[in-house]
């Protein structure tokens, strides 16, 4: 289980992580994306109305805690064999 901005969700069933324009918002502020994460379950994960740099950053570091937590576990799985 990971919790990142204060949303907790498992690693294992996360299906896709895409970040999207979010049209939406006002015209007089451009370049906004949303972060959309998709869980195997069908629940999704929002980060919203972030500017690009921002959303990159989070995906990053989405993806370093998953990789962070898998590594941990191989270590974990490798000790105990």
Do not use: C
């Not at 949303?7 to 294992?12: C, G, P, W, Y």
């Not at 690009?52 to 998953?66: D, F, G, H, S, Y």
């Amino acid at each position: 289980m990971i919790v990142f901005e204060g949303q907790a969700f498992d690693e294992k069933k996360v299906s896709t992580i895409i970040f999207s324009e979010d049209n939406s918002w006002s015209a007089s502020v451009k370049d906004r994306y949303n972060i959309i994460m998709t869980l195997t379950d069908g629940n999704r994960l929002f980060w919203k109305r972030l500017d690009p740099k921002t959303a990159i950053t989070k995906i990053n570091q989405i993806a370093q805690l998953i990789n962070n937590r898998e590594n941990e576990i191989l270590k974990l799985q490798h000790t105990a064999g």
